[in-house]
């Protein structure tokens, strides 16, 4: 029987230190809006690295949040990561395990064109007036070199 070699990701000499020997982290948060919150409100959630890989426990807890969509992103784009009604369910996960997100980088995820290093801003856009005052607890789960 034949061994084969050099063909995981993970053992090549370039392999990515994240994927590799990436340390487990977890970020958790409470935000809240105001029943006068408009459509142009946009709430800052947590800033994680770049080359940060997402977990499939990544979870947004949505159903008291005031708003009938949900949409995580970018300080720009306001869906890159989550783009679902709220009436789709309480929780929202945005990486599945062995989806076409899962172990890729969270610029990668977040559809950027190249890493832009450093940080990276997570924020809940509201597209439509708020439906009433309320509030979303989210739990980010990734790895970091």
Known sequence: MAIVKGKSDILSA???PAKARGRPIVTTFT???AATDSNTSRYHLCDLPSCAILDARTA???QNWGFAAIRIGTYDDV???VAVLKSAGNVVSPVVQ?????GKPLWEVLGLA??????IGL??????DSTGAGSMMGEVHYRFR
């Open 14 to 16: 370039d392999a990515d």
């Open 31 to 33: 935000v809240t809006n």
């Open 60 to 62: 947004f807890q949505v």
């Open 79 to 81: 869906d890159a990561l």
């Open 98 to 102: 062995f989806d076409a997100k899962h």
């Open 114 to 119: 190249a890493d832009p290093g450093g940080q």
């Open 123 to 128: 924020y809940a856009h509201a597209i439509a």
